[in-house]
């Protein structure tokens, strides 16, 4: 983290050079001052892009329509962002315009939350013109600015509101609140990619439950994708503790088993999430009203998939998650085999028995055997194997 500061100093310090101003803004400096871990390090600068780049050996121009650059510093990246005030939305969504700006408070006034609105300079200073500080001691998420306005503007704003209460276990404050619940129709207009970011956030939460039950109860949910269709089980939402889970994985998967989903591709397509996360959290999610310690089981999802669903099963049924895990891990590490590969007789072996044509009976046949290896029935040799094969052909 040090390091990461170091950076952010050495670009602040080459920018005030070249007769800028430079600040770290936004949530490093909230997760700075609550002592938590800093993911990354953004940057302010009064500096236009095509002047952060030329200041700059390596730099990435990732969203020059919006004024950031990215500055690299020892394989790490900073996102050094002009000061900049956004003109009237056209669509709620997108500003029509960007315009740079010689004001860190303008730029400041523009974020969402008070507690997302300060900055600090190269000496440690900081701005905090919205009360940002006081914010975070009482715990509060508020806007800058009037909230209905501020949610009006851009409603993924009601979406990180969530996000932020649930991850920092803060309280929306009274007003922003209940804009977030007037306003939550507004919702449907945003990007479904980007409602699926804050979201599985909020899901990674220490407050998730929490922050579930609320938006059922505040329908919420109604404006969001697939949620309402199954609103009547969200009670179990909130009584789970979502704080165990160890992948987001486990966390779609869990809220599709609690909600009692059976479609879980389609849900998850209507949250726009990859095949690959799909296929992922499926199988955690057909397994998990089975008992995995089983070898056939063991074998098909693997010691990590395995280990996984027995844990959400744990957790599901009100046990400590680690239950019988060592257990189950052992188990999976004496069982006979762990890939068809190690089999001891091939699909050639079996042709030879049966004297067929090759065909996709052999995969058929070699699945047999995988199996009663797995419970041996027989053991995984040879002789034993073919031997008992034949005695089929009787
Ligand atoms: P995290 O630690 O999860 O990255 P963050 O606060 O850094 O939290 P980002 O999404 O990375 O969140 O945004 C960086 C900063 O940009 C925020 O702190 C906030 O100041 C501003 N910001 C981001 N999204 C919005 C938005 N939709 N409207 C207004 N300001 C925003
Ligand atoms: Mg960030």
């Not at 050495?10 to 005030?16: A, G, N, P, Q, T």
């Not at 009064?46 to 121009?61: D, G, H, N, R, W």
């Not at 992948?247 to 879980?264: I, N, Q």
Request: proline residues 3%.
């Amino acid at each position: 983290m040090r390091d990461l500061f170091e950076g952010a100093q050495s670009i602040m310090h080459r920018l005030e050079e070249a007769g800028f101003q430079a600040y770290m803004v936004g949530g490093c400096i909230r997760d700075l001052l609550l002592d938590r871990e800093i993911g990354d390090i953004d940057i302010a600068t009064s500096a236009l892009p095509a002047e952060v780049s030329s200041l700059f050996q390596k730099t990435i121009p990732v969203g020059i329509k919006h004024g950031t650059v990215i500055v690299r510093q020892e394989s790490v990246s900073f996102e050094v962002t002009t000061f900049r005030k956004e003109g009237k939305y056209v669509d709620r969504r997108h500003p029509s315009s960007v315009e740079y700006i010689e004001s860190l408070e303008v730029d400041l006034a523009r974020r969402d939350f008070t507690i997302n609105a300060m900055a600090m300079d190269r000496f440690g200073r900081i701005h905090d013109p919205f009360g940002g500080r006081q914010d975070l001691q009482n715990q509060l998420i508020k806007t800058v600015g009037n909230p209905s306005e501020r949610f009006l503007e851009d409603p993924l704003r009601i979406m990180r509101a969530l996000r932020f209460w649930s991850v920092m276990g803060f309280s929306l404050e009274t007003e922003t609140k209940r804009a977030c619940v007037s306003l939550s129709k507004e919702l449907k207009e945003i990007a479904v990619e980007r409602l699926a970011v804050e979201f599985i956030k909020l899901l990674r939460g220490r407050d998730a439950a929490g922050c579930l039950a609320f938006i059922f109860e505040e329908g919420i949910s109604s404006s969001l994708p697939e949620l309402e269709r199954f609103k009547d089980r969200s009670d179990s939402l909130s009584s789970f503790d979502w704080t165990r889970l160890e992948s987001d994985e486990e966390r779609w998967a869990a809220l599709l088993f609690l909600l009692g989903v059976t479609d879980l591709p389609g849900f998850l397509k209507s949250w726009k999430r990859s095949n690959a996360l799909i296929r992922e959290a499926g199988l955690l999610f057909g397994f998990l009203d089975k008992d995995v310690r089983q070898p056939l089981y063991l074998y098909e999802l693997g010691e990590e998939r395995a280990a996984s669903c027995l844990r959400m099963r744990n957790l599901l049924q009100g046990k400590k998650a680690s239950e019988d895990v060592q257990e189950l891990k052992e188990s999976y590490r004496g069982l006979p085999i762990h890939s068809r590969k190690q089999l001891a007789v091939n699909g050639r072996d079996i042709v030879k028995v049966f004297e067929r044509e090759k065909g996709p009976w052999i995969q058929k046949v070699l699945g047999e055997i995988e199996k009663s290896v797995l419970e041996k029935t027989v053991q995984n040799n040879k002789e034993e194997i073919l031997s008992w094969v034949r005695s089929w052909k009787e």
